[in-house]
């Protein structure tokens, strides 16, 4: 039953997918209206982030931010359900540019293996179908509540007519399969993970993320650490939307060395200031819907700042 439905959750989502580009932005311009007049979850949670990390904007400027987030995250809703149901060679047409290509194959040549840092910045889907198509590589992920949706993730983060699950092994984001990551690395392959995903109380370090402490996970650091991996950041960020469909620009960068210190404070102070400079090229294009900050440090009487609102 979770199998069928999930198939049937593809099946809707493959017609939606079959809306012109210029039907599905205005839907995704709607989306972001209908967000803002209801004052959804998306935009709450949008607004509180916004007031933690820019505090010194005017009450005007944070306005028309947050209005431009919810549309940009409104359209990745929509960009996103095309990218899962049409085929991967024609979505990667969308990238109008690549810088810093050859940083991967020149760290997959070396043998040390490579892990791919993918802030939640721009289309990470797209980017996801671009690394899929380069490489073989495991992609860390944080297994969803409902079976029902997890199905569903399975379904369209593969091309099948390129076999592209057989080229992509989803790892979930639990103590014995990161002992696949490590393996994976030893032996030269490519591991990719999103690294602005708050972990459980526990399981990271706090460290400053737009000078907010910020729970923030250690794993990169010690997979760095302990294997001598490179360590790429990556993401594909909007450059232009045309009348017809939108474009966007592949990037790959060195990550600092301090990420891979064997203390995790430093390492995760090193992670947060990357993703913050890569947030901060375009703040609109950066998830900000996410609930960054609900886990406090220990011992500072700080509450969640999203509680009751």
């Not at 980017?127 to 369209?156: C, D």
């Amino acid at each position: 039953m979770t199998r069928f439905a999930a198939r049937l959750l593809y099946f809707v989502a493959s017609l939606i997918g079959r809306l012109p580009w210029p039907v599905l932005l205005r839907l995704g311009d709607a989306l972001a209206a209908l967000w803002r007049w209801r004052d959804v979850r998306e935009s709450r949670v949008a607004r509180i982030n916004l007031e933690l990390a820019y505090p010194d904007l005017l009450p005007a400027e944070r306005a028309t931010l947050h209005a431009a987030i919810l549309r940009t995250t409104a359209r990745q809703v929509l960009e996103t359900i095309r990218l899962w149901t049409r085929p991967h060679p024609e979505n990667l047409r969308l990238l109008r540019e690549q810088h810093g290509t050859a940083l991967m194959d020149e760290a997959i040549a070396a043998g040390r293996g490579v892990i791919i840092a993918a802030p939640h910045h721009g289309n990470w889907e797209l980017l996801n179908q671009w690394l899929a198509w380069r490489t073989p590589l495991a992609i860390l992920y944080r297994p969803p509540e409902s079976a029902v949706v997890e199905h569903f993730l399975n379904l369209v983060r593969a091309d099948h007519e390129r076999g592209d699950e057989e080229r992509v092994t989803q790892v979930r984001a639990e103590g014995p399969a990161i002992r696949q990551l490590f393996k994976r690395l030893n032996d030269g392959g490519v591991v990719g993970i999103l690294p602005d995903q708050q972990p459980k109380a526990g399981d990271g370090e706090f460290a400053p993320f737009f000078g907010v402490q910020a729970l923030t996970m250690t794993l990169i650091g010690r997979l760095a650490s302990r294997t001598g991996a490179t360590v790429l950041f990556a993401w594909c960020e909007r450059i232009d939307t045309h009348a017809d469909h939108p474009g966007f620009a592949l990037h790959l960068q060195p990550a600092p060395t301090a990420m891979s210190d064997p203390d995790p404070k430093v390492a995760v102070a090193a992670l947060n200031a990357a993703v913050e400079a890569i947030a901060r090229r375009d703040p609109a294009q950066y998830q900000w819907t996410y609930k960054r900050y609900t886990l406090r440090p220990p011992g500072s009487g700080e509450e969640n700042p999203y509680w009751n609102r």
